[in-house]
Nanobody, 125 residues
Framework: QVQLVESGGGLAQAGNSLRLSCAAS????????MGWFRQAPGKEREFVAG?????????YYADSVKGRFTISRDNAKNTVYLQMNSLKPEDTAVYYC?????????????????WGQGTQVTVSS
């Protein structure tokens, strides 16, 4: 089992930045691919960013956040981060981190075995 706890959400003005954190506990964090997903009101949950296991040598982003968001991981702290810059009102959503301990990296929601409870991000114009 892996427990994931997100933090760092809140209210931001458009153009500003927020950094989300996701702290993991329970199993060896470094073995997991990690992903960030989000769900806006009335919409399905979607992939935002992902990072491969161990050293995190590969990172993946949704087109909508590419160039604005950066995912990183600190295995010594069992934590994955999402730095969100140049925020837009359309970034408003509940953000979830997720862990995938099976196979190759995937951006598919179904590929992740463990999920956090989510943290709300609201961007005002």
């Amino acid at each position: 089992q892996v427990q994931l706890v997100e933090s760092g959400g809140g209210l931001a003005q458009a153009g500003n930045s927020l950094r989300l954190s996701c702290a993991a506990s329970g199993r060896t964090f470094s073995i997991f691919h990690m992903g960030w997903f989000r769900q806006a009101p009335g919409k399905e949950r979607e992939f935002v960013a992902g990072i491969t296991n161990w050293s995190g040598s590969a990172k993946y982003y949704a087109d909508s956040v590419k160039g604005r968001f950066t995912i990183s991981r600190d295995n010594a702290k069992n934590t994955v981060y999402l730095q969100m810059n140049s925020l837009k009102p359309e970034d408003t959503a509940v953000y979830y981190c997720a862990a995938d301990g099976i196979g190759a990296f995937t951006s598919r929601e179904a590929g992740y075995q463990y999920w956090g409870q989510g943290t709300q991000v609201t961007v005002s114009s």
